[in-house]
DNA sequence: GCCTTGACCGTCCACTGTGTCATGTGAGGT
DNA sequence: ACCTCACATGACACAGTGGACGGTCAAGGC
């Protein structure tokens, strides 16, 4: 068949990206500069949905060349506000309709954990005690955030989400000394608990190490 | 004053990133592909831990360059075997004795409810609806690998963690109409929308776990 | 008045992470 | 002989991360 060169069509017109439209949907609420979008983002979304500087600019400057905000004059400093615009706002509310991706999480911590049969027995657990009390911190956070009262329904359900998630983390942590504590024959620091129990499966050989 | 020139001193030896010591972490089992190195990751750290092919491939050759791994010869397809050196040990018992750096979560589904405010009602329930199947699948996966037994102590101590996790976005997202409902005295300062008053929680049967 | 400090504001860059397309090989079926 | 599908690698474009850097203004110390 004679190679269908492409043909030019509809043009696609690229879809936004959860970030880019992050920022129209904060910029809905008023003009901001790069630097505040930064600001605003991370104290309200910024524990579920990061954005760094370089990706506020770099998606600005974007969105300006679609025409879905436009740039104001400089300002104080080298300030330069951004409004939306008519064609943005569509975007956003066409962007919001669309049913979200899955999650993506990242734990480093869970990496080292699932490794660490290499590892002297207490090292994970001082790695454990010092991720443990960033999460005491940012759950004391949301509590009193909510009891702070004041959010918008949809916020505070955000908050919620953060609540269990760092309660979760907390149990987990709680019984992760239990769950790591060797059965028969290893010895570490602690006596192991009979309260380990079934243990005794190694089965999974795992030749050198 | 002289510019102090920037000391030469030891080389800042640029440390393993997270990725490519998972891959030193499982070539020590023995050799293995990039392939295959792709398929024992994602089965059992991809669920908190996610690598691409061109991740994998990039960061062998990257390794490979520091002597960190060595390539064999190709064999049967085009497949190239690793094999991780004494080097390759050393800095992945480095690397796994660092403390690991704090978890990131990016969950386009909140970025939805947090904007919900200018989205039909319905609409979000629907969202969760579409994200709690998969909820749900990963949880009973989870449990059934637990159940199935056979498993190293660590490895069902990040099971653990996933257990643990999908349960609180399921007790979440039970919890999600009742939060977004607007109900008695949940209306503070700002004004409470009017476009969203109706809807209740009409029978959502959840239940299980 | 001058100078330091630090918040503000943006840019650049190197590296890491993601997804798609291209390419080639071999095993098995028809 | 041909097709298809799993295996296997690589190139590339784009998104995301974090640090370095440079400029601007305000406030306070000397």
């Known amino acids: 068949m ?13 879809e936004l990206n959860a970030t880019a439209a992050s920022l129209l949907g904060f910029l809905q609420a008023g003009e901001a500069s790069g630097y505040e979008l930064v600001g605003i983002a991370q104290q309200s979304i910024g524990d579920f949905w990061s954005l760094t500087r ?16 436009t740039a104001g004059p400089a300002g104080r400093r080298a300030r330069r506000p951004y409004t939306i615009t ?30 660490g049969a290499a590892l002297r027995p207490g090292r994970i657990r001082e ?27 949809h916020l505070r359900a955000t908050l919620a989400f953060g609540i269990r998630y760092e309660r979760a983390v907390l149990a987990w942590m709680d019984e992760l000394p239990s769950l790591l504590d060797p059965g028969p024959g290893s010895d570490s620091g602690s006596a192991a ?16 190490v």
């Open 127 to 153: 790695f454990v005690a010092g991720h443990r009390v960033a999460h005491e911190r940012r759950l004391a956070d949301y509590l009193s955030k909510v009891e702070a009262g004041g959010l918008d329904r």
């Open 86 to 115: 008519d064609a943005g706002r569509a975007a956003f509310t066409r962007w919001l309709d669309r049913a979200p991706e899955p999650e993506q999480i990242r734990y480093p911590l869970l990496l080292t954990v699932s490794f």
């Open 2 to 14: 004679p190679d269908p060169a492409p043909v030019p069509g509809p043009v696609p017109e690229p």
């Open 193 to 208: 608990s009979p309260a380990d129990a079934g243990a005794g499966l190694e089965g999974r050989g795992q030749g050198q």
């Open 54 to 69: 370089s990706q506020v600019y770099r998606e600005l400057s974007a969105l300006a060349g679609r025409g879905l905000v």
